[in-house]
């Protein structure tokens, strides 16, 4: 097996084992912790301090160990927050949620910086165009990682189930039910009932362990990069300030397509926000019960996974505009349908058939705006990776903030309006990228050996 490749699997499977912990615990904080909000709380400190940690924590962690010690590290970061489950309380989860927020952004910076680099490298061996191979690898390291919610879900429902009761919905209820729901807590309870102490130490014991063995993959089998070791004996000589690093993230505002991306960005919070919080609670969870939820984002998680290895590879021949237009159209129809349609326990189908298109829609976002940040800021990507995770966790933020202030329909209109601006905001930057390599050969998107050059329907 190819080198880079095998370190791009290994990443992924990493990540696949860490989110299979923390994606099941951030689906269940509202109800395993529900004392006073305590999970909502946490869950909102958590990306709070991830944003935080984007504005200063990934050039400095990067530059100081590396990618694959910056990944190893920050995994650690999650297992706390895992044990801290384990007695859930004001003292112990609220300071591992600002541990867990700490290690995210480098987390997810690192990764970037690593596929991108190894992409990059390999495109070069090879003589074919890097942004294709760059989008081949994380279209690879989507496809696994979105795994993860499968395995988390599937693991939760499979340990709580047997103490899951089934409940007749009313009509009344089902009255509050979709886009115009009733802001009082009126959704059923089906399922609602807390899970014992051994389930509730089984599941964790099983999501800690799982975490355990993401950090084992990074550091036995993940290899440094070369690029890393060849920077740190360059840093040796020259070490920024710390305050210039502090700045970076902040620095990077400078260039006008970071600016410009910035709406896309908060756009892929906004969506994974509301499909996790508003549509389990206020069309699944109400309509069906919460013993639907596990199956619904299952559902999600499959089509996100399988539709980002799609993505990653068609996209050398469709260019990321296509792809980006198809995510929009979708996502769209989706929020128009979700506005119109009134969920009934008797149209189960339809509970699936939109997270999968939802889920559609987010592969392109994920591994499409992940691509877009390598390609245009190659020679700045921890500080453009550390915005991007800033500016989603942002999103995320607002979603979470207004999650329990705003009717649904209101927040369906908000994503609408983010999206439109998104993607004309999206079509400046393509317009700036078509003037900056205007009339480029179509006999240089090899290289030859070269230096690469701008694809010109990108």
Not at 65 to 83: D, H, Q, R, V
Not at 135 to 144: A, D, K, M, P, S
Not at 201 to 230: E, H, M, N, P, R
Not at 354 to 372: E, F, H, V, Y
Request: proline fraction near 3%; charge should be positive.
């Amino acid at each position: 097996m190819e080198r880079n490749l095998k370190n791009v699997l290994v990443i992924s499977f990493g990540f696949l084992f860490l989110f299979t912990a923390y994606g099941g615990l951030q689906s269940l904080q509202s109800s395993l912790n529900s004392e006073e909000g305590l999970g909502v709380v946490s869950l909102s400190v958590l990306y709070a301090a991830l944003i935080l940690s984007s504005m200063f924590l990934p050039p400095i962690l990067i530059k100081k160990l590396g990618c694959k010690w910056t990944i190893a590290s920050s995994m650690c970061c999650y297992i706390a927050f895992s044990l801290g489950n384990f007695y859930a309380s004001w003292y112990t989860l609220i300071p591992t949620s600002v541990i867990l927020g700490l290690g995210g952004a480098p987390l997810w910076s690192a990764k970037c910086t690593y596929l991108t680099i190894a992409g990059t490298s390999y495109a070069e061996k090879a003589g074919k165009n890097a942004k294709d191979i760059i989008n081949q690898y994380f279209g690879v390291f989507f496809l696994v990682f979105q795994s993860s919610g499968i395995c988390g879900n599937l693991i939760s429902s499979l340990i709580f189930s047997q103490s899951s009761t089934k409940v007749e919905i009313s009509e009344e209820d089902l009255a509050c039910c979709g886009a115009y729901n009733c802001l009082t807590d009126t959704t059923n309870t089906t399922g609602s009932t807390k899970p014992s102490k051994s389930l509730i130490y089984t599941l964790l014991g099983v999501y800690t362990a799982s975490g355990v063995l993401a950090v084992l993959l990074i550091i036995i089998f993940l290899d440094q990069i070369k690029y890393d070791q060849a920077e740190t004996e360059k840093e040796k000589l020259k070490t920024p300030s710390f305050w210039s690093t502090f700045l970076a993230t902040f620095q990077h505002l400078k260039d006008k397509r970071q600016c410009l991306l910035i709406p896309l960005t908060m756009y892929s919070g906004f969506e994974q926000g509301f499909l996790s919080g508003d549509y389990t609670k206020a069309y699944a969870t109400c309509a069906l019960g919460i013993q639907y939820v596990g199956y619904v984002m299952i559902c999600f998680s499959a089509v996100n996974s399988l539709c980002s290895l799609l993505f990653g590879k068609i996209s050398q021949f469709t260019g990321r505009k296509f792809l980006f237009a198809l995510a929009t159209v979708t996502n769209i129809a989706c929020i128009i349908a979700l506005l119109l349609w009134k969920p009934h326990p008797k149209q189960v189908a339809v509970f699936f058939v939109l997270p999968a298109l939802w889920g559609l829609s987010d592969a392109i976002w994920q591994t499409q705006t992940n691509g877009l940040y390598g390609i245009l800021f190659e020679k700045h990507k921890e500080a453009a990776f550390a915005n991007y995770r800033l500016w989603e966790s942002l999103g995320f933020v607002i979603a979470f903030g207004y999650s329990t202030k705003l009717q649904v329909y209101i927040k369906l209109y908000i994503l609408l309006s983010v999206l439109v601006l998104s993607m004309v905001t999206y079509g400046v930057v393509e317009c700036l990228e078509a003037k900056s390599s205007p009339g480029t050969p179509t006999a240089t998107k090899k290289g030859n050996g070269g230096p690469l050059t701008q694809e010109t329907q990108t």
